[in-house]
Structure formats: structure tokens, C-alpha cells
DNA sequence: GCCAACGTTGGC
DNA sequence: GCCAACGTTGGC
């Protein structure tokens, strides 16, 4: 099995947003960089764990833990020309841009905040906590994974 | 294929 | 709101 994260922006949809959706599940539509479709793609496999980031807001951090409920498909809002993702590049024949399906599986105890992740020297490597990182979706290691949720149990100052 | 210009992301 | 970092576009 394998980790992830994927930031939102609160403003946009927050995982508020997804505990209010029918099932709990959702398509994770809009994803128009190369490298993020290229990890829905080729490797996020279904029961996958990720951690929902909220990006672009007052306390950017880690929210809650989503899993992946089905595996890379077209993402049909590039076809829609009423969607503010249309791409007219993408051709439904040959689709350009891939999404998967994900269902809340519960909020963290708390938001483990940027600055908390930032001052972690075992989750110093995450691409997460390196200057001018703009990806949307990005691997995390077991042992990030464990040290996250260790960090959820115990108090931040 | 290079690279300058431009648009976007996202922390602060 | 600012701006650094980065990805994409398009002229040449």
C-alpha cells in the first residue's frame, strides 16, 4: 500500500466539503499538472491512504486521512467547456487529464500545521516542507506516515 | 531546442 | 497583497 497527500484549498473545497458529499467519496477533478496525473495514473491503487491538505489558507496543514476508492480515469472536466478546468487540448479519444476517486476517512484530532511539519527533522526530505514546492499531489513514505501520526497525538506549541 | 515572458501556486 | 518559485507557452 502505498501514502500520499493532496492539497485543496479550503476556499475551493475543504474536507468539510467531502464529509458532505453522498458516500462521503468524490472525483479529485482539476489536476493539470503533468507529474500529479502521472502519479494518479501509474500508481495510486485503490485502499491507498492519503492525507487531505488544506493549501492557501490562514493555517495551511494537514487536515484529515482520505483513501483512494478507484484508480485513475478521465478527468471529464477537461471536456466540459462550461468547466473552469476545460482544456480544448484534451481529447476525449486520447484524454489528456486523469483523476481518481476518494472517501473521507476521518479528520486528524487537529491540524497538524506546515510549521509543525517544517520543524520535524525525521520529515525533513518530504517534498511538502521544501522551499517553492508547488505540487498538488505527492508521495509519502511509511516512516512520514508514521511520524505524521505521531505527531497528531501530542500537543504543538 | 533555447529561453524570455507570462501565469499560477501558495506561504507569509 | 506581495513575491519567490516554478511550469508552460510561443517566438525565433
Avoid at 473545497?13 to 482539476?30: K, N, R, S, V, Y
Avoid at 489558507?57 to 472536466?77: Q, S
Amino acid at each position: 500500500m502505498n501514502y500520499w497527500l493532496m492539497k485543496s484549498e479550503p476556499s475551493a473545497f475543504g474536507i468539510d466539503d467531502l464529509t458532505a458529499m453522498p458516500g462521503q467519496t468524490e472525483h479529485w477533478d482539476g489536476v493539470r499538472n503533468y507529474q500529479a496525473r502521472n502519479m494518479m495514473r501509474d500508481q495510486m491503487k485503490i485502499g491507498d491512504q492519503v492525507f487531505f491538505y488544506h493549501s492557501n489558507c490562514k493555517i495551511p496543514g494537514i487536515v484529515g486521512i482520505m483513501e483512494v476508492v478507484r484508480e485513475g480515469y478521465p478527468d471529464h472536466t477537461a471536456f466540459d467547456p462550461q468547466s473552469q478546468y476545460f482544456d480544448p487540448k484534451s481529447d476525449p479519444k486520447n484524454p489528456r487529464w486523469i483523476m481518481v476517486d476518494i472517501k473521507y476517512v476521518r479528520h486528524t484530532s487537529r491540524v497538524i500545521s506546515l510549521a509543525e511539519l517544517k520543524e520535524c527533522e525525521v520529515l525533513e526530505n518530504m517534498q511538502l516542507v521544501r522551499k517553492g514546492n508547488r505540487l498538488s499531489i505527492m508521495p509519502v513514505t511509511a516512516e512520514e506516515w508514521a511520524m505524521i501520526l505521531q505527531l497528531e497525538k501530542t500537543a504543538f506549541q
